[in-house]
């Protein structure tokens, strides 16, 4: 989508196929987490660091998606993810991709 979309002629079914992938995903794993600390277990494991990274990567390549917003236990959860050392030391920068999308 994030490429779709600086296309010059972006295409809307495909892109909103997408969305709902996306969208259901969101919704899983906000079912997922719940009210729990951890995605799975009590502990944190390999899941809630790709979990994390999942959700890093939406904050910083689709801004105009408010799923913190529509899902405020996964944005919970999420703060406390990047509130922890090994977030902080590896936050994901966005790049400016000059390449030509064809």
């Known amino acids: 989508m994030f490429f779709e979309k600086q296309r010059s002629s972006p295409s809307r ?3 909103s ?5 996306v969208d ?3 919704n899983q794993l906000a079912s997922w987490v719940g009210d729990k600390d951890f995605l ?4 944190f494991t390999l ?9 890093g990567y939406l904050r910083i390549r689709f801004k105009d998606r ?7 236990n996964l944005k ?5 993810l990047e509130a922890r050392e090994s977030f902080m030391t590896t936050i ?3 790049q400016t991709i000059k390449d030509k999308i064809v």
């Open 47 to 55: 899941a809630d660091v790709a979990a994390g990274a999942v959700l």
């Open 40 to 43: 799975t277990e009590d502990r």
């Open 13 to 15: 079914e495909w892109t």
């Open 76 to 80: 919970r959860y999420s703060d406390r």
């Open 66 to 72: 408010s799923w913190q917003q529509e899902y405020p």
């Open 92 to 94: 994901p920068t966005p």
């Open 24 to 26: 259901g995903g969101l």
């Open 17 to 21: 196929r997408q969305r709902r992938k």
